[in-house]
Nanobody, 118 residues
Framework: QVQLAESGGGSVQSGGSLRLSCTASGDRASSYYMGWFREYPGKARQRVAEFDEAGIINYADDVKGRFTISQDNDKNTLYLQMNSLKPVDTAMYYC????????????WGQGAQVTVSA
């Protein structure tokens, strides 16, 4: 079992920045591939950014150049720096942990609301 605790959501005006954090704990927490997803009301959860097995970061096309995912392995903490935020980025953001070669994450954080006003 892995527990993911998120923090850092909030409200910001268009063009502003926010940083989300996600601390992983539990059995073999450091062995999972971490990422961020977001969910719009009534829509399926979409990948925003995620580390893959080759150590490559996969970003969604609409966040490339604006969002940066990083992780501090000593702290088992994952970050998502979001710059140049737009109203379309308004969503619930979830931290994720995926097992080796699994197509979808096995564990999720509790979610952090990000609201961007025009």
């Amino acid at each position: 079992q892995v527990q993911l605790a998120e923090s850092g959501g909030g409200s910001v005006q268009s063009g502003g920045s926010l940083r989300l954090s996600c601390t992983a704990s539990g059995d073999r927490a450091s062995s999972y591939y971490m990422g961020w997803f977001r969910e719009y009301p009534g829509k399926a959860r979409q990948r925003v950014a995620e580390f893959d097995e080759a150590g490559i970061i996969n970003y969604a096309d609409d966040v490339k150049g604006r969002f940066t995912i990083s992780q501090d392995n000593d702290k088992n903490t994952l970050y998502l720096q979001m710059n140049s935020l737009k109203p379309v980025d308004t969503a619930m953001y979830y931290c994720s942990a995926r097992e080796y070669r699994r197509p979808i994450p096995s564990y999720w954080g509790q979610g952090a609301q990000v609201t961007v006003s025009a």
